[in-house]
Nanobody, 118 residues
């Protein structure tokens, strides 16, 4: 069981960058797949990026080449580095953790607001 706390959201101009952090407390962080989701004004919550326990990553097409998900198992933190931000990236970003190999546990962060506007 892990608890997630997100940080790093804020207001940024188009073309700018932000790094979101998701700090986990609890045990066995390395046994959780991590993901970032977002709810934007024009969409229901969508998957943005995932990183598996072995480091494999996936991204939604709209952020490929601009966003990078990573994890630090020593710090028990997942990150989402966002660059070349666009207004349509605006939304609430949520961190998610799913236990592996058994998907019996799932945790969510509270969400952090990202606003891309000039």
């Amino acid at each position: 069981q892990v608890q997630l706390m997100e940080s790093g959201g804020g207001l940024v101009q188009p073309g700018g960058s932000l790094r979101l952090s998701c700090a986990a407390s609890g045990s066995n962080f390395g046994s959780y797949a991590m993901g970032w989701y977002r709810r934007t004004p024009g969409n229901q919550r969508e998957l943005v990026a995932t990183i598996e326990t072995d480091g494999r990553t996936n991204y939604v097409d709209s952020v490929k080449g601009r966003f990078t998900i990573s994890r630090d198992n020593v710090k028990k933190t997942a990150y989402l580095q966002m660059s070349s931000l666009k207004p349509e990236d605006t939304g609430v970003y949520y961190c998610n953790a799913v236990s592996r190999p058994l998907s019996t546990r799932e945790s969510w962060g509270q969400g952090t607001q990202v606003t891309v506007s000039s």
